[in-house]
């Protein structure tokens, strides 16, 4: 960033003030919360996660430095709960997403499909990956789609079920026109989310995991190695002449001494 792009000292000290402030106002909303999902505390929050980034950004552009706050994006979390404490009907929303990696398989299951409900093979609706999506999903159910997807030549994308709470049963047909346009993320009862971006970052710490205790068995195999070594190599002084002095002992004993106990000469054959 160029110095003329850059916040002044007195902007940087401006987003610093402004922290102060919504972190006083967030302690007072929380200290006088009405509840567990408070939407005070619940804006408050907002507003403190606001400030705090735009103070980061400025400290960065001014200073090159950053702020320890990691603060959260706004998908992570659902905003509070304002639904009926005791609903008396649940929605559930469901969206799966799937990507067509084999069409020639997908539209040779459709035409099985075709087949087994004609009595014929046939080339209208599963000639093409429309047609054949349209087949599949009217046979089978999405749960089952979902387990045998790869036989479909489908692959498996990010899923989220949401659970929502309504005050009363919507009549017959009132939603049909337009299914998700009434879906209130405030009404969530729970949420259960399914991407390969948690399978990524649970990979990523056990890899890191992995890492540390690799060093940690080298390091023991190679101080293992080196004491082996110096065992070996390292003797004991008083072994070594206990060593001689066993050796000498038994040159002796093996020499035969005649009366007088002076050793005896080797008697050669004449």
């Not at 005791?86 to 539209?107: C, F």
Request: negative net charge; proline residues 6%.
């Amino acid at each position: 960033m160029s110095d003329a792009a850059q916040p002044t000292a007195a902007e940087v000290r401006a987003a610093a003030e402004a922290v102060k402030t919504a972190l006083d106002r967030h302690l007072v909303a929380v200290e006088h919360r009405s509840g567990e999902d408070d939407p005070a505390v619940y804006e408050a929050f907002n507003q403190l996660a606001a400030a705090a980034e735009a103070y980061d950004e400025l400290l960065y552009d001014r200073y090159d430095e950053v702020t320890p706050f990691e603060i959260p994006g706004a998908d992570d979390t659902l905003p509070p709960y304002t639904g009926p404490e005791e609903p008396n009907a649940l929605s559930v929303l469901i969206r799966r997403d799937y990507a067509v990696a084999e069409p020639q398989r997908l539209m040779a299951q459709a035409r099985r499909i075709e087949a087994a409900d004609d009595g014929g093979p046939g080339a209208d609706a599963s000639g093409t990956v429309h047609g054949a999506v349209g087949i599949l999903f009217g046979e089978f159910e999405a749960d089952e789609i979902a387990s045998r997807h790869k036989e479909f030549g489908l692959e498996e994308g990010d899923s989220t079920l949401w659970v929502t709470a309504a005050d009363e049963p919507a009549d017959p047909g009132e939603w049909l026109e337009a299914p998700f346009e009434q879906a209130d993320p405030q009404r969530v009862v729970c949420r259960f989310d399914v991407s390969a971006v948690f399978d990524d970052e649970f990979d990523d710490d056990i890899d890191d995991d992995d890492g540390d205790d690799a060093d940690v068995d080298t390091d023991a195999d190679v101080d293992g190695d080196i004491g082996d070594l110096e065992e070996d190599l390292v003797t004991d002084p008083d072994e070594d002449d206990d060593a001689d002095d066993d050796a000498d002992l038994d040159l002796e004993g093996d020499l035969d001494t005649d009366e007088d106990g002076e050793p005896a000469r080797l008697g050669a054959d004449r």
